[in-house]
Nanobody, 125 residues
Framework: QVLLVESGGRLVQAGGSLRLSCAAS????????MGWFRQAPGKEREFVAS?????????YADSVKGRFTISRDNAETTVVYLQMNSLKPEDTAVYFC?????????????????WGQGTQVTVSS
């Protein structure tokens, strides 16, 4: 059974920081690219960041570049992190951990093969 389980979402004040985690199991995720998407109320799901299988290559949405950092740990099981700094109220959304059965970075939701259930991030002004 393929599982992507997110954690770390909570209420935080604007300007604050938060780190999301995603534990992957059920597949050889160490050879797959991983990423994060988000969906705000009343809006479409949008790309946030992705990382290639080794962690050497990353991609970011313009809206989070310079504030968010994606990383991964393939040591035993695959865990993907999203460090979010200088948070803004517009970052409020459900954040989804995703994976693609390919090694390289990606940004299109159509290329995603696995989705987590999501974790809520709320940034208060």
């Amino acid at each position: 059974q393929v599982l992507l389980v997110e954690s770390g979402g909570r209420l935080v004040q604007a300007g604050g920081s938060l780190r999301l985690s995603c534990a992957a199991s059920g597949r050889t995720f160490s050879s797959y690219a991983m990423g994060w998407f988000r969906q705000a109320p009343g809006k479409e799901r949008e790309f946030v960041a992705s990382i290639n299988w080794s962690g050497e290559s990353t991609a970011y949405a313009d809206s989070v570049k310079g504030r968010f950092t994606i990383s991964r740990d393939n040591a035993e099981t695959t865990v993907v992190y999203l460090q979010m700094n200088s948070l803004k109220p517009e970052d409020t959304a459900v954040y989804f951990c995703v994976s693609r059965r390919d090694a390289g970075v990606f940004s299109a939701s159509a290329s995603v093969h696995y989705w987590g259930q999501g974790t809520q991030v709320t940034v208060s002004s």
